[in-house]
């Protein structure tokens, strides 16, 4: 079902960014700005890939962000709300962006008052990227053997592992027993893990630490939940990663990653 009013709110805000293109700043349109309480502000990953857009709107409504190079255009992104209505604490992942590039975004989206909100044009630029010393991402289309639970197709456990920062994992209010199994490619020796936690505008379904067990055998952890790599050493093909500390909730992970050899 999540996956069906996901894509129609996608026709809906089409609808209504085509709405705001074609009647300009007229009557119909109203500044995004009036409804705007806090934010937007950005936080850039440092990858320089993906950024998360944050605002509060006065009241109830589906939003989305129109980006790009030189103009808002280009990409589109609407947040990760689980339910289909209206809301009033917005996060959106912008994703599929390129480092050291200066990018164009304006909001748009119908409020609860059935009124179609526009706002003005900003900017922000991502970092340059770093040169990384931890080779490649072995987790990235790693096997999903098991997980405790999906809140829907939409948000499958294979969204962990997608190298796609826009796409999420999310449990059916697992909160803290929350867990993802995957297997890599072949027995590996670990040097690093990273577990990027899916959060709600709310605060909840935040993961603060996670564990990790090896082959079902040594659990290793708790190790904090945040995008900067935690070295470990330890050897392995089967990774059971659980989180061990959360906010509750729908908890989950936008990516996973695991760096080794």
Avoid at 47 to 75: N, Q
Avoid at 221 to 249: C, H, I, K, N
């Amino acid at each position: 079902m999540a996956s069906c009013w996901r894509v129609a709110t996608v026709i809906l805000l089409a609808v209504a960014l085509g709405a705001c293109s074609s009647s300009g700043e007229g009557d119909d349109v109203a500044a995004f700005e009036d409804i705007a309480v806090a934010g937007p502000d950005i936080g850039v990953d440092s990858s320089g890939t993906v950024a998360v857009l944050s605002v509060e709107t006065s009241i109830d409504a589906i939003c989305a962000v129109a980006y790009g190079v030189g103009e808002p255009v280009g990409g589109i992104a609407t947040d990760q709300e689980m339910e289909p209505a209206g809301h009033r604490d917005h996060r959106v992942v912008l994703s599929g962006l390129e480092p050291d590039t200066e990018y164009v975004y304006r909001l748009q989206g119908v409020g609860v008052d059935g009124r179609l909100y526009r706002s003005d044009i900003f900017t922000f630029r991502t970092p340059a990227a770093e040169e990384s010393l931890l080779g490649s991402n072995l987790a990235l289309g790693a096997a999903v053997l098991e997980v405790s639970s999906e809140f829907s197709a939409a948000f499958a456990a294979s969204n962990a592992v997608d190298g796609d920062m826009g796409t999420e994992w999310s449990s059916s209010g697992d909160g803290d027993d929350a867990f993802i199994t995957i297997e890599l490619g072949e027995d590996t020796r670990v040097g690093a893990v990273v577990f990027r936690t899916r959060e709600m505008a709310d605060g909840s379904a935040v993961t603060e630490t996670f564990t990790v067990t090896v082959d079902g055998e040594e659990t290793y952890g708790p190790y904090p939940a945040d995008p900067d790599p935690v070295p470990v050493r330890f050897s392995g093909r089967v990774l059971r990663f659980e989180v061990a500390l959360s906010t509750g909730g729908n908890t989950g992970a936008a990516e996973i990653e695991v760096y080794g050899n």
